[in-house]
């Protein structure tokens, strides 16, 4: 059975504040002398989208930030209306877009249960016979009764999520919130989610996690700047993902030496992010070595170089900075000629994220930078589904500039059966 | 389901409505357990609400004034007034904040909206009941013996509920375009008191200007409460014309509420 139908949709949002903060009484005032309202810059947050979905379908839905996905959640959900075109939903809808919302500290734990599954869109009946499953599913029975003021932060994530877990819409729309509480507890959410998946439910779920979307999807819709540029089997959808590069490039070469940032001793000829086998790359999975290979030529011999690569993420944070130390050309006078020199990096150092490049060359008494060129390259990581990796069974967010595998050891004592144990 | 640039169509809408029933009950629900939670007097409140200015009129009014009331003591001639009022002005401020109160719900979660302003007129309606029995203690400890035709009343609370209702909602869709809204409401509530007959009687507006008085829907409302409490008459054709401007009332606030929500997430 059919139970979404999107045919042509666009929601265009309004680019000045204006329309988005609300207008004061000098506005008012102003009314008629407002620009007409098509001058005004507009954005287009969905562009023409067309997609259905069955009945006992998990479709994940893939894109960068930005490339429309939360719009396309909020537009079905009904948060937002769409500027254009025609949506067909044949059953309830039930939306987990962000959980806990509605969720009052002064009240109990199980007066927010009842609050927040009414706004889920329960009834009351409804609510009344799923009760004890949802507490039993949050285990939080002992505090039931307290105000959620009282609750630690985990606690009340989990009576959010299972309250949001057990509506049972026919179309549920899902918003990353799988990075809710500990492992066990994601677990427990990703097998509720499956359930979901089972019972002729249709699901649409929205995540950057590889592993959440491979496993729970039967297929795939790719968004990319308001369109949705792929659609079918999650694989594939997936490929796609990792393709479009999103205006970055892993690749750039100065083909004029004139031109070529550097200076009359040394210039930038080239740099890339190269896999082992020589290909170059956009996107680099993680729990792969990979290499940056940087291509400079030396004009005038005799200066001692040192040509340096630093990567910056996606907040500007410097990830590290890294020179040829290793090389036996480190601190020592170069002849004229080209060199290709590639900063090798180990698996399993980075995050997932958007890596910018910085190459330089300096030379030292006298300092000089001969060339420092800013964001010349970059790259996508992403998480590797496979394979030992330092996320082992988590699935939400993990904070962290880098995310190294470490080596862990552990030194376990069982509890003493002895004096020292606590009296009953 | 359809949806739509205009929405859904009509028939979706009252269905859905009435479908989010437990919704509407819930909210009305944690209003009234919020309001009072964590204060000394509790309920006590609702009853103080409107005997203050009872006490504060009786003492102004009667001594200075003296207005003719009927032959009903004045200090409950205030109270009949007052209680109606204090529900009506209670509600429109509360159902007046909700949208912007609620932006980062109504962001997150669809739900039909007007829901919000509705329940948290109906929580004032145990306020209501609770002013209104104490009203009827007064009442007969200053001889009046309690009559049927006090059991009109949960009617007129049904009237002045629609008044609120109208309003309330059209507040809330204006505070969610203009923000001045919040900082005139209190203002407006006060003109609007000295606009309703609920301290003085409709008798000291000469016979021929009642009508104009009428059309505040609040005017009918207070003086079918005293009516129906005192036993007095009904002044039909004055009830009619506030009842006809509270359904108008009506009707602007809900083109006002469909023209604000088709983006109300993006405006709070």
């Avoid at chain 1, 007409?36 to 947050?45: D, E």
């Avoid at chain 1, 006992?56 to 948060?79: H, P, W, Y």
């Avoid at chain 2, 109160?101 to 909206?113: D, E, I, T």
């Avoid at chain 2, 009904?234 to 083109?255: G, Q």
Wanted: net charge positive.
């Amino acid at each position: 059975m059919k139970t979404i139908a999107v045919q042509g949709v666009s929601k265009e949002f309004l680019f000045t504040r204006q329309r988005l903060e609300s207008r004061n009484i000098r506005d008012l005032i102003h009314w008629r002398h407002q620009k007409p309202a098509s001058a005004a810059p507009t954005f287009l947050a969905l562009d023409e989208i067309n997609f259905e979905a069955h009945a006992g379908e998990v479709i994940g839905i893939l894109g960068r930030n930005g490339a429309g996905k939360s719009t396309l959640l909020k537009v079905l959900s009904r948060i937002l209306r769409p500027t254009k075109g025609r949506i067909e939903l044949n059953g309830r809808v039930g939306s987990l877009l962000e959980v806990g919302s509605g969720f009052h500290p002064e009240l109990t734990g199980r007066e927010n249960v009842f609050l927040n599954a009414a706004i889920l869109g329960m009834t009351k009946r409804e609510i009344y016979g799923k009760l004890d499953q949802i507490v039993d599913f949050a285990g939080i029975t002992t505090h039931l009764d307290e105000p959620v003021k009282t609750y630690s932060s985990g606690m009340y994530l989990r009576l959010a999520f299972a309250v949001a877990a057990h509506i049972e819409p026919e179309i549920l729309l899902i918003d990353e919130v799988l990075a809710v509480g500990d492992a066990e507890f994601q677990k427990k959410s990703m097998k509720r989610i499956e359930e979901i998946g089972t019972q002729r439910q249709t699901v649409l779920f929205v995540s950057h996690n590889m592993q959440a979307i491979m496993r729970l999807c039967s297929r795939a819709l790719l968004l990319d700047r308001g369109k949705v540029v792929a659609s079918g089997p999650v694989p594939d959808v997936v490929a796609a993902y990792l393709q479009i590069d999103g205006g970055h490039r892993g690749e750039r070469h100065y083909p004029d030496g004139p031109y070529a940032p550097g200076s009359h001793v040394a210039r930038l000829r080239g740099i890339r992010v190269r896999s082992c086998e020589g290909q170059t790359l956009s996107t680099v999975s993680i729990g792969e070595k990979f290499g940056i290979e940087m291509q400079f030529e030396v004009m005038s011999a005799g200066s001692t170089l040192y040509p340096t690569l630093s990567l910056y993420n996606e907040w500007g944070t410097e990830v590290f900075l890294s020179t040829d130390v290793t090389t036996e050309w480190h601190g020592r006078p170069r002849p004229a000629g080209w060199y290709t020199v590639t900063a090798w990096v180990p698996p399993n150092l980075l995050r997932e994220g958007l890596l910018n490049v910085t190459a330089a060359i300096y030379s030292f008494q006298p300092y000089f930078i001969h060339f420092k060129e800013s964001d010349v390259v970059s790259f996508q990581t992403v998480e590797s589904s496979d394979g030992i990796n330092a996320r082992g069974n988590f699935i939400g967010y993990i904070g962290g500039v880098v995310r190294p595998l470490l080596d862990w050891t552990v030194h376990y004592e069982a509890i003493r059966t002895d004096s020292r144990a606590p009296r009953e | 389901m359809i949806i739509e640039s205009s929405g859904i169509s009509l028939v979706e809408r009252v269905k859905e409505y009435r479908r989010y029933g437990t919704l509407f009950l819930f909210l009305a629900i944690r209003d009234i357990r919020l309001r009072y939670r964590q204060t000394f007097l509790g309920l006590l409140w609702s009853v103080l609400q409107p005997l203050v200015p009872m006490v504060i009129f009786t003492l102004v009014f009667s001594r200075l004034l003296r207005p003719e009331t009927d032959g009903v003591p004045y200090y409950l001639f205030a109270l009949g007034g007052l209680t109606p009022w204090m529900f009506f002005a209670n509600s429109i401020n509360a159902a007046g904040a909700t949208f912007v109160q609620n932006a980062n719900l109504l962001n997150k979660v669809y739900f039909p909206r007007a829901i919000m302003p509705a329940a948290a007129i109906a929580a004032y309606v145990l306020d209501w009941l609770i002013a209104t029995i104490i009203l009827s203690i007064f009442l007969t400890r200053a001889g009046y013996s309690p009559s049927l035709v006090w059991l009109c009343l949960p009617l007129i609370i049904v009237f002045a509920a629609i008044v609120a209702v109208g309003v309330g909602v059209a507040v809330a869709s204006l505070s969610a375009v203009y923000r001045d809204v919040k900082h005139a409401l209190p203002f407006v509530v006060q003109v609007w008191m000295y606009a309703t007959p609920v301290v003085y009687p409709i008798k000291l507006v000469s016979k021929r200007l009642q009508w104009v008085l009428a059309m505040n829907p609040m005017t009918g409302v207070v003086e079918a409460t005293r009516a129906c409490l005192f036993g007095l008459g009904v002044d039909w054709p004055l009830l009619s014309i506030s009842m006809a401007s509270a359904l108008l009332i009506l009707a602007a606030a809900t083109a006002l509420f469909h023209k604000v929500e088709a983006d109300l997430a993006e405006r709070v």
